[in-house]
């Protein structure tokens, strides 16, 4: 025994550990404070007492009931807290595990980059971080296919602000993102880069053979007033340029015309314009040409050439005396099927001739005079003949009125009108013989002999006739074709002039070496639509309504590229011609050139200018922008501190930049060339063609710099990275994706990238981290509340506070023994990045920075509660 009661006391208090378990020992009273299942407290709810030093000792056997049941209302208060915070730890981990799972697929059974349709009908798309955005209703889809695929997500009760779970009975997984919004281009962001980097360096997709259409040519005049205006900008470096040079710089530099002038047709090349708009608002720079001469005239007297009513096209005199009719220049033979013989060439199918009389057996003196008395159907469709006819029409009169004013009568005059009416008759006894003979066309009806009464009348008409060919309509194509059609069959040609069009080179389509398309030579005419006698549109000709042309009118096209025009001078022969306008150019056919030689279009000379359409051009505003893409599709530009250059180059094959610009390395290799630049901090690129090294500025090598269209020369463009020295937050993507203007501008913009922002499943779990925060904090202060109700226990006597000591060291090296728990979870990690290897690299990375992420941020939740563990087991 030792001289110390709380020694002795102590030594009595361990000597009893073997007994302390033991519910069955009757000496002693047990210590139930123990840990029956590995994870709660647990005291059972008989009275016990903690210790049993002396029984007689009332006070502290009602002492120890009370701090008994004052524990385990403790422990249940902690058992509580720790429930909270597994079911949140378990949360992030199933929402952890299905974003790194959806990031792991690859193959056809992953959503990501599909467009579905959801439970409840609506339109979705699942991106490239496995993130479900809803499209809004009106919106274009990205890729619906005829069948959308179908899941079974329920978005009821769901939040796109914590990426709630979304899971069906078919295996499908996402998590509930944002709704999709469009980029500054006012498309939807339908590439694959969601959660990584892209780096504008490539050119837009451009088709020389769709995406550019030949335009015109104009005078030189227009040209200097379009440069004086600022419509059109002059590329100094392109004085000697092609088309296709001049085409591409428009392209690239986001102007929709290209102009070339002062062509030189030795080295086809010319000054190339660019710009958005053109001063003159049509072609001024054409000549025009015979193509054919349609119709010669056998009578050089006749001076009219007329489109009849019956579909035939005729020669004559003009003017009122003057016969218009006279010859026809296309006979109904062979294939030709105009003019219809039963129509008459003026009228067509309505009455050609008529003539009527009343009583005429009582004389000759009297025919007639049904139809004088009568309006004339010559030209109608038919009507009737009347014998007596009631007139109504205004009568003016005059009359007189008064008025009374300050007691005195005025009067005054006014002219009114009134109604009155007249009969009309026949100018013969009640009852007579008519006569009627009239002519439907061409085609002669049967004399009609009537007995009628005065005021009866009687109809005649051409319906039937007239119905089957009502009019006609010539059409002239922009292609020289001329076609004649019956109005009431528009699919019957009854004639066209398709073998008589002359095969002249002028007029031909011109094949574009290289291009793998023709280019026609005709210009638009606007002022011959305008000048034509049928505006450029259908020339229809019907009963009593023929078209006539005299020397210089004209049948226009439907935009001016060619016109029928007559001709007739003095005693020759008038002529129908054809005629077209084209552009005043060089035409630099040459199939067997090479190089640029093949650079084959419609050139304007050095009197003019050609000029070219674009209908896609480039974005140089958002040129060699690098910038991060995050889970909900959100564009962050990096600043320039936090980027560089990389080590590997694109190649850009058959261009290169501009001559005057870059520095000249001499005696160097190709692969040598590459070395100097990489070890050149501000080098951008650098070019070998014909044995020479240059090497540029970020400013004198594109996506910055201009480039410039050449054959058999080659690019080498130095790629971006993110920052060794500045780089962004771990759980960020480094890798870096070349794209172009169209994919970047399809992102909407967020904020500008920092080095401490969140990337991926660290944005994931962003939502959850505070509530996990404060319930690990909930569980720890309730653990202490416990470690320090157990404190005050043991203080309850002294004989404990020595065991207290010698426990505490047991405490220390608990929580020392933490470092084992971050050796499991470094483990863990190697595990999991070794069951991902077979992943691209780019997922590798992710997946692996991300669970980095993911177990250090329960780490110090499980810390806090093995320390109480610790504590736990040390201390009881």
Not at 64 to 84: L, P, R
Not at 443 to 452: G, L, N, T
Not at 703 to 722: D, F
Not at 731 to 746: A, E, G, I, L, M
């Amino acid at each position: 025994m030792y001289n110390s009661e709380s020694i002795n006391d102590g030594l009595q208090f361990i000597s009893q550990s073997s007994t302390r378990t033991s519910k069955t020992c009757n000496k002693l009273k047990n210590n139930k404070y123990k840990n029956k299942n590995n994870k709660n407290f647990i005291l059972d709810n008989d009275e016990e007492l903690i210790e049993n030093f002396t029984v007689n000792d009332v006070d502290l056997l009602e002492k120890n009931k009370n701090e008994t049941n004052t524990m385990n209302s403790n422990i249940v208060g902690y058992n509580s807290s720790i429930s909270d915070l597994n079911s949140i730890q378990n949360n992030i981990t199933k929402q952890a595990k299905i974003f790194l799972d959806i990031n792991k697929k690859s193959d056809d059974s992953s959503l990501r980059n599909k467009d579905v349709q959801i439970s409840d009908g609506k339109f979705a798309r699942v991106n490239n971080a496995g993130l479900l955005k809803l499209y809004p209703s009106v919106a274009a889809k990205c890729g619906i296919p005829v069948v959308p695929k179908s899941v079974g997500f329920e978005l009821s009760g769901k939040s796109s602000n914590d990426y709630s779970v979304l899971e069906d009975t078919n295996g499908n997984l996402a998590l509930y993102g944002t709704d999709m919004v469009t980029g500054p281009s006012g498309s939807y962001a339908c590439s694959d880069y969601s959660g990584t980097n892209i780096y504008v360096s490539k050119p837009v997709s451009f088709n020389y053979d769709t995406n550019m259409v030949y335009v015109g040519v104009y005078n030189q005049d227009s040209a200097n007033q379009a440069s004086a205006a600022g419509q059109l900008i002059q590329q100094p470096d392109l004085s000697n340029s092609t088309v296709k040079q001049c085409v591409t710089r428009a392209m690239d530099e986001g102007k929709y015309f290209a102009s070339l002038s002062n062509y030189n047709s030795t080295t086809k090349t010319g000054q190339c314009y660019i710009g958005n708009n053109i001063l003159a608002s049509s072609s001024n720079a054409f000549r025009t040409i015979e193509r054919a001469v349609i119709f010669t005239f056998t009578n050089t007297s006749h001076d009219a050439f007329t489109f009849a009513a019956d579909g035939g096209l005729y020669s004559g005199t003009s003017g009122n005396d003057g016969n218009p009719f006279t010859t026809p220049v296309i006979s109904a033979i062979g294939g030709t099927k105009v003019p219809v013989a039963a129509l008459s060439p003026k009228y067509g199918g309505t009455i050609s001739y008529v003539t009527a009389s009343y009583a005429f057996e009582q004389g000759w003196g009297n025919w007639d005079n049904l139809k004088r008395f009568n309006d004339s159907l010559i030209g109608t469709i038919g009507g009737s003949f009347d014998t007596f006819k009631r007139y109504s029409y205004w009568h003016p009169i005059l009359r007189t009125y008064s008025y009374q004013w300050s007691g005195t009568t005025y009067s005054y005059q006014q002219w009114d009108w009134e109604i009155r009416t007249y009969d009309s008759t026949v100018t013969w006894p009640s009852t007579g013989l008519v006569y009627i003979h009239y002519k439907c066309g061409n085609e002669s009806k049967e004399p009609i002999y009537k007995q009628v009464n005065l005021g009866s009348g009687f109809n005649i008409g051409c319906q039937e006739l007239y119905n089957k060919y009502p009019s006609f309509s010539l059409r002239l194509s922009d292609d020289g074709l001329i076609t004649i059609v019956n109005n009431a069959k528009y699919d019957e040609i009854l004639y066209t002039n398709s073998n008589e069009i002359s095969n002249q080179q002028a007029t031909q389509p011109v094949s574009i070496a290289g291009a793998n398309k023709t280019m026609m030579p005709w210009a638009d005419r606007p002022d011959w639509v305008s000048g034509s006698i049928n505006r450029g549109g259908l020339l229809t000709s019907f009963s009593n309504g023929s078209n006539t042309l005299t020397n210089g009118q004209y049948i226009s096209s439907p935009s001016g590229k060619c016109r029928l025009i007559f001709n007739k001078s003095g005693g020759n022969a008038g002529t129908l011609t054809l005629e077209y306008s084209v552009y005043n150019v060089t035409l630099t056919q040459d199939a067997t050139a090479q190089g640029t030689d093949k650079d084959n279009n419609l050139i304007g000379n050095g009197n003019n200018y050609s000029q070219y359409y674009l209908n896609k051009v480039d974005n140089p505003g958002v040129k060699s922008k690098l910038a991060y893409i995050n889970i909900n599709n959100g564009l962050h530009e990096y600043p320039n501190e936090m980027t560089e250059f990389d080590k590997d180059y694109i190649e850009m094959k058959n261009f290169t930049p501009n001559p005057s610009n870059g520095t000249t390395i001499p005696n160097i290799r190709e692969d040598g060339c590459k070395v100097a630049c990489n070890n050149d901090q501000a080098c951008a690129g650098y070019t070998y063609n014909d044995s020479i090294c240059k090497k540029y500025r970020d400013t004198e090598i594109y996506p910055k710099g201009v480039r410039i269209y050449q054959e058999n020369k080659n690019t080498y463009i130095r790629k971006k990275m993110i920052s060794s020295t500045n780089s962004n937050h771990y759980s960020c993507n480094k890798v870096v994706n070349d794209v172009d203007s169209t994919v970047y501008t399809s992102y909407p913009t967020s904020s500008t990238m920092t080095t401490n922002q969140k990337c991926a499943l660290a944005l994931i779990l962003e939502p959850r981290m505070g509530v996990l925060e404060t319930k690990n904090t909930a569980a720890v202060t309730k653990g202490n509340e416990i470690k320090g109700f157990i404190n005050s226990i043991y203080t309850n006597h002294n004989n404990l506070k020595d065991t207290i000591n010698v426990k505490s060291v047991d405490i220390e090296k608990g929580i020392a023994d933490q470092g084992e728990i971050k050796k499991k979870i470094d483990k863990y990690e190697e595990s999991n990045i070794t069951n991902t290897a077979t992943v691209s690299d780019t997922e590798m990375l992710l997946v692996s920075d991300n669970y980095k992420y993911a177990l250090w941020s329960i780490v110090t939740v499980v810390a806090g509660v093995v320390a109480i563990k610790t504590f736990r087991s040390a201390s009881l």
